[in-house]
Nanobody, 114 residues
């Protein structure tokens, strides 16, 4: 079955960096578009970034453009979200998603705090 497992979250100070990973299994990873979303406490889940199946095209929410980088390694069946210059408002649970079929991971918590 399709599985997406996020990791790499944690506690970080403002201005710091984290790299999230999304390990995929149960499907041909290289054939699918992958997205990252996040949900802050009391807010709706929102789009963060996406990447096409071959990694050729990426898209970002305005709030993270220039600070976050989405990438993928199809040989490792893994997608990544490199987050730099983190802000307090980046605190959220981060999810990866395979839009085709609406599959979600369980999420990983990112907390930006001074």
């Amino acid at each position: 079955q399709v599985q997406l497992v996020e990791s790499g979250g944690g506690l970080v100070q403002p201005g710091g960096s984290l790299r999230l990973s999304c390990a995929a299994s149960g499907f041909t990873f290289a054939s699918y578009y992958i997205s990252w979303y996040r949900q802050a406490p009391g807010k709706e889940r929102e789009f963060v970034a996406s990447i096409t199946s071959n990694g050729g095209i990426t898209n970002y929410a305005d709030s993270v453009k220039g600070r976050f980088t989405i990438s993928r390694d199809n040989a490792k069946n893994t997608a990544y979200l490199e987050m730099q210059s983190l802000k307090l408002e980046d605190t959220a649970v981060y999810y990866c998603k395979r839009p085709n079929g609406n599959y979600w991971g369980q999420g990983t918590q990112v907390t930006v705090t001074s």
